[in-house]
C-alpha cells in the first residue's frame, strides 16, 4: 500500500474542452492511463489535486469520473480553480455513492489515513491575492486547511497537505498559508496548478522555512502519479 499524487487532468471526455492542442498534452489521457496502470495497485491511494475534470455541473462528470474510477487504487479528490462543477460533501458524496463511483472521495474540511500518513488539504488561492475579494477567498481557505490538518491531527499520524495552488511561486509567497503550514509543524506540501516549462522553471521546489515543497502538475510529471516520499 503507497501513496502517490497527481495534479491538473483537466478531463474533458463528457465535454467539449481538449487539453490536445496545447504543447505537450498530445493523447494525454492515454499516456496517463498507460502510466498509471504501470505503477499503481488497487492497494495504493492517489491524491489528485484539483483541476480534475472541465465540466460545469456535476451531473456532466461521469465519462470523466467513470475514467478514474476504472484506474487502480483508491482517490481523494482535491478541488481546483477550474473544478466548477464542486459542490458541497453531501452532494458530491451522494453522486459518487449513486453513480457507483466507490474508488473516489473528496478531501473538503477533512483527512484520510493512508500508508502511515494523515491526508489533508484544500484548493488554497492564488499567491498574488490582495484585493478585498481575494483575501476574503484565501481566509476562508486558510480556514477549511486548518479544519483538515486538525482532523489529520486527531489521527497522531504526520498531516501531509495538498495544495491546488503553490503556497509559494518564485519570489512570491502566500504567507497566509505557509503560517498555516508552520504553526501546525506541516513537513511537506504537494501542489499543482502551474503548466508549462517557462512556468515550471519559476517553481518552488524543495525546503521552504522546514517545509519539504513539491510540484504534481500531470505535465510536469509526465503524467505520471508520483510516490509520496
Known amino acids: 500500500m503507497a501513496v502517490f499524487a497527481i495534479a491538473d487532468l483537466h478531463l474533458s471526455l463528457g465535454t467539449d474542452k481538449p487539453m490536445d492542442i496545447f504543447s505537450g498534452w498530445t493523447d494525454y489521457v492515454s499516456k496517463l492511463e498507460t502510466n498509471w496502470r504501470k505503477i499503481i495497485t488497487d492497494e495504493d491511494t492517489v491524491v489528485i489535486a484539483g483541476d480534475i475534470s472541465w465540466a460545469m455541473k456535476l451531473e456532466e462528470c461521469d465519462n470523466d469520473f467513470a475514467f478514474i474510477n476504472s484506474l487502480p ?45 494523515a491526508i489533508c488539504g484544500t484548493r488554497g488561492w492564488n499567491y498574488e491575492s490582495s484585493g478585498d475579494k481575494d483575501m476574503r477567498i484565501l481566509n476562508r481557505e486558510v480556514g477549511r486547511l486548518q479544519m483538515s490538518i ?48 517557462a512556468t515550471h522553471k519559476h517553481a518552488y521546489i524543495g525546503d521552504y522555512e522546514g517545509i519539504k515543497l513539491n510540484l504534481i502538475s500531470c505535465d510536469y510529471t509526465g503524467f505520471f502519479p508520483v510516490p509520496i516520499v
Open 73 to 117: 487504487g483508491k482517490k481523494l479528490f482535491i478541488k481546483g480553480n477550474h473544478d466548477y462543477w464542486w459542490a458541497t460533501k453531501k452532494k458530491i458524496d451522494e453522486y459518487l455513492e449513486e453513480k457507483g463511483f466507490n474508488t473516489i472521495k473528496i478531501i473538503f474540511n477533512n483527512a484520510y489515513i493512508a500508508d502511515g500518513i
Open 150 to 197: 486538525n482532523e489529520a491531527k486527531k489521527t497522531e499520524l504526520e498531516p501531509v497537505v495538498f495544495l491546488h495552488y503553490p503556497p509559494v511561486y518564485d519570489t512570491i509567497v502566500c504567507e497566509e498559508i505557509i503560517e498555516a503550514l508552520k504553526s501546525n509543524g506541516v513537513k511537506r506540501c504537494y501542489y499543482g496548478h502551474l503548466h508549462g516549462s
